[in-house]
């Protein structure tokens, strides 16, 4: 698949505690957090959590409590980044058991938080926690590939990758965490390093020393567009209304990297943003122009490339996308891919739309997906 393959992580905050069960995504900038609790929106679950300052209590984005003041609002990555700021969990919305409430059935729920209580070398077996939760081993894993979109396997290396990124950054020995984290023996987690962590073990340890990105921003239609890139590709896209809140947002994805401003040595990929971002070319996800260095697990990239082949202008539902990659069931699995989009225009995710057509779940805010599309559209008719 090209340069587009190659796994340049993109880093969690040291200071954020990561959610306990959510799959590799972003952390919506502050707009987007509040316009989705404005609108209850189910699609923002277990991708952010918000507490109260008045009444003490953390929620899900979905939460029907009496809506606060923006004032008394803040936003947190993790239920236990929630609870370390003083809040407890809400017993309306009950904002622990997101899985449920963002559309996992009960039995790949409670899997997954089976799969998660064992932190030993030995992980639990598939046909175990099958057996516990009231399915075949084949059912199971057929579920988690329908709601998730990545086989129990997969999800468990997932979460031995992020207990190993955690321990690293709490400070603890390579040695300490590989084994604390489940790895068998150190070459496996130097044969996985670049999925991992983008670097070895200890060069992450180390707080990323020798990753280097280049950045820059422009105007747009849409707002202010943020360009960053390593040597090997484009390695984020962001839109946001100022650069500051944007180059905020790329500190806060690239905690670890060394960023530096550089207008000229992007210039001619910003050019290529541009134009898939005005749908004026397909956006091949292997264009010379634009080439991404933006990690992605198999059914992610599946996704991604699927939406790039919506012609500029057009949309499809989560459930026709799945449809075409080959999974019917995936509607959900998908929504999430779309969710971890971190290339906004170059990867179209803005044409994916919900069952009823409507517009939900885009991370730089529904006002800019409208308009989005609304451009692309008049362009295919003028």
Not at 13 to 26: D, E, I, K
Not at 335 to 345: E, M, S
């Amino acid at each position: 698949m090209g340069v587009m393959t190659q796994h340049f992580s993109i880093l969690p905050s040291p200071n954020v505690a990561p959610a306990s069960y959510s799959l590799p995504g972003t952390f919506p900038d502050s707009e987007s957090c509040w316009n989705a609790v404005r609108r209850r929106d189910r699609a923002y679950n277990g991708r952010f959590w918000f507490s109260v300052k008045t009444t003490g209590v953390y929620c899900l984005p979905s939460c029907a409590a009496r809506p606060a003041l923006r004032k008394n609002v803040a936003f947190h990555a993790s239920p236990e980044a929630a609870e370390v700021a003083g809040f407890r969990p809400c017993k309306r919305c009950k904002p622990r058991d997101w899985q449920i409430e963002a559309g996992l059935s009960r039995p790949v729920a409670k899997a997954c938080t089976l799969f998660d209580a064992d932190n030993g070398d030995t992980s639990p077996s598939l046909t175990a926690v099958a057996r516990k939760v009231g399915l075949s081993a084949s059912a199971l894993s057929k579920r988690f590939l329908a709601e998730l979109g990545v086989s129990p396997r997969d999800w468990l290396v997932a979460r031995k990758r992020e207990r190993f990124r955690k321990a690293l950054r709490d400070g603890e020995k390579v040695s300490e965490a590989l084994y604390g984290a489940g790895f068998g023996s150190p070459s496996r987690v130097y044969e996985t390093s670049n999925k991992a962590l983008g670097m070895t073990p200890a060069t992450y340890a180390k707080g990323g020393a020798g990753a280097h990105i280049d950045f820059t921003t422009v105007d747009s239609d849409y707002g202010r567009v943020l360009v960053a890139a390593t040597q090997k590709g484009i390695a984020a896209v962001f839109l946001g209304d100022d650069d500051r809140s944007l180059e905020r947002d790329l500190k806060r994805d690239f905690p670890a990297a060394n960023l530096q401003r550089n207008d000229a040595a992007l210039g001619e990929w910003v050019k290529g943003v541009l134009a898939r971002l005005y749908g004026r070319k397909p956006s091949a996800l292997d264009a010379p122009d634009v080439p991404l260095d933006i990690v992605g697990t198999a059914f992610q990239w599946k996704v991604w490339k699927a939406l790039t082949e919506i012609p500029p202008g057009q949309t499809l539902t989560y459930g026709e996308i799945a449809a075409r990659i080959g999974e019917p069931s995936a509607a959900r699995a998908v929504g999430r891919a779309c969710a971890t989009n971190q290339a906004a225009g170059v990867i179209p995710c803005h044409r994916a739309v919900g069952a009823n057509g409507r517009l939900n779940g885009y991370r730089w805010g529904l006002a800019r997906k409208e308009r989005l599309l609304a451009g692309e559209q008049q362009r295919r008719t003028a």
